[in-house]
């Protein structure tokens, strides 16, 4: 197969149109003064506003020449006394009931669950939010009329492109604009005579139990907040209008409030904001964006990420596909697809899917990093030759994000600054697992600079702890492919206390059981180090502790190609702790029997995809079989994994000489079943293991009555029923789903 440069990423900066930072703003246009426009928070050379807005036109601040980030925890409950206060004017909060968006059909289905269940899902999504009114107006349903017999005539009226703005100086505010489309009132202005503090404000007009998102431009300076479930913007006044009395950082203060209605890119933006949790009202955020605009693709694109980060990966297909369908040329969605089809194994197409972007000259700097890094994650799944890549496509992403964490424009420079640890850590494993020199060294190297890179931008750029339990969990693989290898437990400390510590931050029950599963992971991967370590009975208590993590973080997860694999991999590890430490290959046979279901899955069609160390794990667990009398089990996985091992080592991925093991194995086999000539054939092809031994996919003669021939299923008659659905034998899967729910090992005490 041919790779080439190109892969795929997880984008972060909005690319191809209008953030949704960017559109917030716009929607101000109207009451605003033309004034030149400047792009906001992930919108790097995307050109010009087609309207002026207020938010942008007076907020210019000076940049220095190397900026500091924004701390996310202000202190906004100042000392700024207003000039004059608005308790008498607070805007008229609507009821907190539903829309009138219910079906005419609920009462005729109410005995009909299947049809209900039909009617439901064709209706419009039901909002339980209502924007604010002031003075009895409400922007979005009152009108030009409803505002002339309650307010009387304006003081002053302006012509608009498409409509007018009514101007009303009513005390104690500097001035009140009321902005019309045509007839209907779409936005209401308040223009405050002195400030307030945002929380202080909050609290008088009974804002303060909606959680607010904030509105800034690209260095993440503040320009207002906005409440999405009741449509009140809070504009802060700009550096300059805020004279301190000591060199501490300024406080936020509100000099604007504007009530509009409810905007689809307001709840994208808040959940756009907290991204990585909690993810149950992230997806209700974006869910009422989709009601509220069913085009707006960047939140088909946000729902992605949630739910691949939580994985749902059929989900995020779904919304990955929305998304492109909506603006096909868009680079970052494209990308964001094929991650998809990557989770659900579908390699081929995400290979095809990211050189695509990657080959397109407008693809954005930080999207080609990603890109280039998914490439090389990518590649770790093929033969020698491809695999070879992996490490040069990592620093050809490194190179491309280094060039980007300096960056002024806040989204790139944290998009970079997460690539770069990721980056390292994915080199750190490909040193490790593959024949190079100084490996402990050069592993060491490349952990530390991850580490390093992640604890200075937890302390400096808003980085969250999750980046603690990545290099954990990545350090830990690594070490698991070192021999001789290190004592896991200092990482698994670190996982531990960075997964604690996430845990406490919310009672999100899909972020807590995606921190369960990564935690899980990174037992799994104590698991094996210790069996490398000969140290049995820590290994068996990682392995409880894996299973235990994994169980619960499996239980909105859906079942693929690499969650398959990851659990029967934990199950054989633990049964080779009980083989080789502890000779007992009865319960050894017992946890194979959990593992082979999941090993044996199909493979996902692929001209990418190459077998690793499966065929020797099949062997492994046949000398188990072996020792308890199960014989005939035993030949079929030595013959499986013979067969596996051969297509490795033709592929580059194994040694020739790993094969002298298993066919030496079959060889004892068939001489202790009196089969002198299978015996000999194996025995020699054993000792000829330098050269390349022929295939053994042709009938083997075991006795002169019975002949095997080798399969995946074979021997599996003894075997537990697989609980997980087998994968369709094609490289697309659209018409059966995979099983929402993926494998949970069983929390069954071990021996």
């Known amino acids: 197969m041919c790779m080439e440069v ?7 900066v909005s690319q191809g149109g209008n953030s949704i930072h960017r559109r917030v703003v716009v929607a101000l246009a109207g009451l605003c003064i033309s004034t030149p426009a400047i792009g906001l928070a992930g919108e790097r050379g995307a050109g010009t506003l087609h309207e002026a807005s207020v938010l942008v036109a007076t907020r210019e601040a000076d940049v220095d020449e190397h900026p500091q980030p924004i701390s996310s925890h202000r202190d906004d409950d100042g000392t700024l006394e207003p000039i004059s206060q608005i308790a008498e004017h607070t805007p008229e909060l609507a009821d907190q009931t539903s829309a009138e968006v219910t ?6 289905e109410k005995d009909d669950k299947f049809g209900g269940a039909l009617a439901e899902a064709t209706q419009p999504r039901k909002l339980s939010a209502q924007p604010a009114k002031f003075n009895g107006i409400q922007p979005g349903k009152s009108t030009k009329d409803d505002v002339l017999a309650g307010w009387k ?7 608009t492109k498409d409509g007018s703005v009514l101007i009303y100086k009513t005390k104690p505010f500097r001035s009140v604009e009321v902005q019309l489309t045509g007839k209907l009132v779409t936005a209401i202005k308040i223009e ?11 609290r008088q007009l009974s804002l303060d139990k909606f959680d607010p998102v904030a509105v800034t431009d690209d260095q993440g300076a503040m320009l207002g907040q906005i409440y999405p479930k009741r449509g009140v913007l809070f504009l802060f006044a700009p550096s300059s209008d805020v004279i301190a009395a000591t060199t501490t950082p300024r406080r936020a203060a509100v000099t604007h409030v504007v009530i509009q209605p409810l905007d689809a890119d307001a709840f994208a933006l808040r959940a756009e904001t907290r991204l990585h949790g909690p993810y149950e009202r992230n997806i209700e955020d974006l869910e009422t964006a989709l009601a509220l605009n069913p085009d707006l693709a960047h939140a088909q694109w946000l ?19 929305e998304a492109c369908a909506i603006d096909p040329k868009n680079a970052a969605y494209q990308l964001r697809r094929a991650q998809a089809q990557s989770a659900l194994g579908r390699y081929d197409d995400a290979t095809l899917g990211v050189r695509d972007v990657l080959d397109r000259e407008s693809t954005p700097p930080i999207v080609k990093a990603q890109a280039l890094h998914e490439m090389a994650i990518l590649a770790t799944l093929g033969d020698a030759e491809i695999s070879s890549k992996a490490i040069p496509f990592d620093n050809r992403a490194i190179a491309l994000a280094d060039s980007l964490a300096t960056s002024k424009n806040i989204k790139e420079r944290r998009a970079a600054k997460e690539l770069l640890i990721e980056a390292h850590l994915a080199i750190a494993k490909q040193v490790a697992g593959n024949p190079f020199s100084n490996k402990l060294e050069s592993v060491s190297q490349w952990v530390g600079r991850a580490s390093g890179l992640a604890e200075d931008m937890i302390a400096h750029d808003d980085g969250s702890v999750e980046l603690r339990l990545l ?13 001789p290898t290190k004592d896991p437990g200092p990482w698994i400390k670190e996982a531990e206390q960075a997964s604690t510590a996430l845990t406490q931050q919310c009672d999100d029950e899909l972020w807590r059981r995606r921190i369960q599963w990564e935690l899980g992971q990174a ?19 990682y392995g409880q502790l894996a299973i235990e993590n994994l169980a619960e973080g499996a239980a909105n997860r859906q079942s693929t190609y690499e969650s398959e694999q990851l659990v029967g991999k934990l199950y054989f590890h633990i049964g080779v702790v009980h083989a080789v430490e502890k000779k007992d290959h009865k319960t050894a046979a017992e946890w194979y029997d959990k593992a082979l279901p999941l090993l044996t899955t199909p493979r996902p069609t692929s001209d990418l995809l190459a077998p690793q160390h499966d065929g020797e794990e099949l062997v492994s667990m046949a000398v188990s079989y072996w020792q308890i009398g199960e014989k005939d089990h035993a030949i079929d996985l030595t013959l499986n994994g013979i067969e596996l091992a051969e297509e490795a080592v033709v592929d580059g991925l194994l040694p020739e000489k790993s094969l002298a093991v298993p066919y030496g194995n079959l060889s004892a086999m068939y001489q202790q079943l009196g089969s002198a000539e299978d015996a000999a054939k194996y025995a020699s092809l054993a000792k000829n293991a330098g050269g390349t031994p022929s295939p053994t996919a042709a009938p083997n003669k075991r006795s002169s009555t019975t002949r095997r021939t080798p399969t995946m299923t074979a021997g599996q008659k003894r075997m537990l029923p697989p609980t997980v659905a087998q ?5 697309r899967w659209t018409p059966s789903p995979a099983p929402r729910t993926a494998m949970r090992p069983s929390t069954t005490n071990m021996r």
Do not use: C
């Open 471 to 483: 290099v954990a969990r990545e350090a830990l693989a690594a070490l698991a492919s070192l021999k």
């Open 727 to 731: 994968r369709p034998s094609t490289s």
């Open 523 to 541: 037992y799994f991967q104590a698991v094996g180090i210790e069996h490398l370590r000969l140290q049995p009975e820590s290994a068996l208590r």
């Open 6 to 12: 190109n892969f795929f990423g997880r984008p972060i």
């Open 103 to 108: 079906s005419a059909q609920d009462d005729a």
């Open 303 to 321: 729902l992605a990420e949630i739910y691949l980060a939580t994985g749902q990966a059929d989900l995020a297909m779904e919304a990955a596909d």
């Open 153 to 159: 005539e304006p003081d002053k009226t302006k012509s």
């Open 192 to 202: 405050l005579q002195g400030t307030l503090s945002p929380k202080r404000l909050a």
